[in-house]
C-alpha cells in the first residue's frame, strides 16, 4: 500500500523540537516555546536552535544588504529565492538568516514604493528587519516581531525542513538546501494559511455577526481558517505565545483592528465546530494569531510566507546541520504501475 504523504513515517530523530499534539507542549531544544520566544529577540531562539554557530546578524546583515540590491520578485518567496540563489554554496548560516530577512524586508518595502533602506547594525535582527520592510520601528514592535519569529523558529519534520533535509542526505550543499525549503514553503499548504485567516475575520466583520457568519461558513461545507490540525488536538501552543504579543502591543499602545474580533470569533469558532465534528477537537492553531499579529505589525497578506521562512530559517539550519552530522541518503521507493517494457506472449 502506498502512503503518499507519508503519515506516521519518521525519518530521523532529533533534538531540534518535540511537538505533543494531545498535551499541547511544543519544547524548542527542551524549552517551551513560550520561554524561547519570551525576551522577543530572535537572536535567544537562533542561539538556541543552532548552538554550534557563531551568529554576528549585524555585520551580516550589512554584507547581506549589499548583495541584495538587484533582487526582484513578483512574490516575496520569489524574491527570496533569487536572493539565496546568488549566494555561495556554503554561504555562512548568519549569511543565510540575514539574507531571507533582508531580502524579505526589502521586498516588502518596495512594494510601498520606498527604496531599500541600509541595515542598522545597533538594532536587534527582528527590529531592524521590521524597520526596514515598514519603514519605521520601535522597540515594542520589534520585540512583538521577534516573538513571532521565535515562535515559528522549528515544528517537527515539516515539508521545507524535510525538504532541507532531503537535498542535505545527498551530500548536497546548504545553501542548496535552503532553496528546497523555501520551494515547499512557497506552496500554500505550507506557508500560506494566514492571509485566508483574514479573509475570515473580514467576513465576520463586528463581533455580532461571528455566530452567522461561522454557521454560515460550515453550513456551506467551507473550513474555518485558523482551526484545526494535523497534530494538535488542544490548542496550538504556539496560538497563546502570539496572542499575547499583540496583546503586548496594544497595552503598549498600539492598535490591533483585529484583536478584539479575533477573540470573539475564536469561542464561538469552537463551540461551532465541537457540534459540527464531534468526535475531532479543532482548536485554534498557530495561523490564527499569527494573521492578527502581522496585520498589527502593518504588515499585509503577501508578506506573511516571506516573513514565516525569516523565522523558520533557523530550524532548518540546525536540521541540515543534524542531517548532516548523523543521516543517511534519503531515498524511499515508488511500486511501478506503469505499462510492461514488452508484452509476454501468449501461450495459448
Ligand atoms: N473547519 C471545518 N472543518 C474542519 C476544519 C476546519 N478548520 N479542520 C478540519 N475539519 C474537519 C474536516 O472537514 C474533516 O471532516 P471529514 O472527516 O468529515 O472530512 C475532519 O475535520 C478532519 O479533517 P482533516 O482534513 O482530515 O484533518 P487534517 O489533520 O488533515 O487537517 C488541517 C488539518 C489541514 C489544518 C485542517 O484542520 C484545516 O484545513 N484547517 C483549516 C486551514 C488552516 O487553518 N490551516 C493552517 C493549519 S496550521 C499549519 O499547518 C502550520
Known sequence: MVNGGLEGVVVAETTTSYV??????????????????????????????????????????????????????ESGMVALRRAVAQLDDEADEDVLVATIAVAGAHWVGQRAGRPPMPPDPTLDHATD????????????????????????IDHGMNASTFAARVVTSTGSDCTSAVLAALGALKGPLHGGAPGPVLDLLDAIGTPDRAEAVIAAELAAGRRLMGFGHRVYRVRDPRAAVLEGAVDALVQAGHTSPRLELARVVEPVAVARLAEHKP?????????FFTAVLLDALGFDRAAFTPLFAMGRIGGWLAHIREQRADGRLIRPRATYVGPAAQAKPSTT
Not at 48 to 64: K, W
Open 20 to 73: 505533543n499534539g494531545q498535551t499541547g507542549e511544543l519544547w524548542i531544544r527542551g524549552v517551551p516555546v513560550a520561554e524561547v520566544a519570551a525576551d522577543g529577540r530572535f537572536e535567544t531562539a537562533l542561539t538556541r536552535m543552532v548552538p554550534e554557530a557563531s551568529f554576528e546578524l549585524g555585520p551580516a546583515r550589512v554584507a547581506a544588504h549589499r548583495a541584495l540590491a538587484p533582487a526582484r520578485g
Open 129 to 152: 528587519v521590521l524597520r526596514m520592510a515598514t519603514g519605521y520601528a520601535d522597540p515594542v514592535r520589534g520585540r512583538a516581531f521577534g516573538t513571532y519569529l521565535a515562535t515559528v
Open 279 to 287: 468526535g475531532r477537537p479543532l482548536h485554534a492553531n498557530v495561523e
